[in-house]
């Protein structure tokens, strides 16, 4: 652990020693690659949600929740 941790400090060390264009370069990749990332996550989440169902259904449930946490009764 410690090696990775030490590895991590150098890559910042070196980003630090960067351009502000090599930054933004950097900056406009990662948020290419994360937001490329999330899309994919989004996607196979709303593959596994069943077509028929609904926001007043989540909602429901939602409400349903809190009462049972608050008062011990849906």
Avoid: C
């Avoid at 070196?14 to 933004?24: A, P």
């Avoid at 490329?36 to 929740?65: G, M, N, S, Y």
């Amino acid at each position: 652990m410690l090696s990775i941790q030490i590895e991590f400090e150098q890559l910042l060390d070196t980003i630090d020693k960067l351009s502000s264009e090599q930054h933004d370069i950097i900056r406009r990749r990662l948020n290419k690659a994360w937001s490329t990332e999330l899309k994919q996550t989004l996607d196979a989440i709303h593959a596994k949600v069943p077509p028929d169902f609904a926001e007043d259904k989540i909602q429901e449930d939602i409400e349903f929740a809190i009462n049972d946490v608050r008062y011990g009764k849906g």
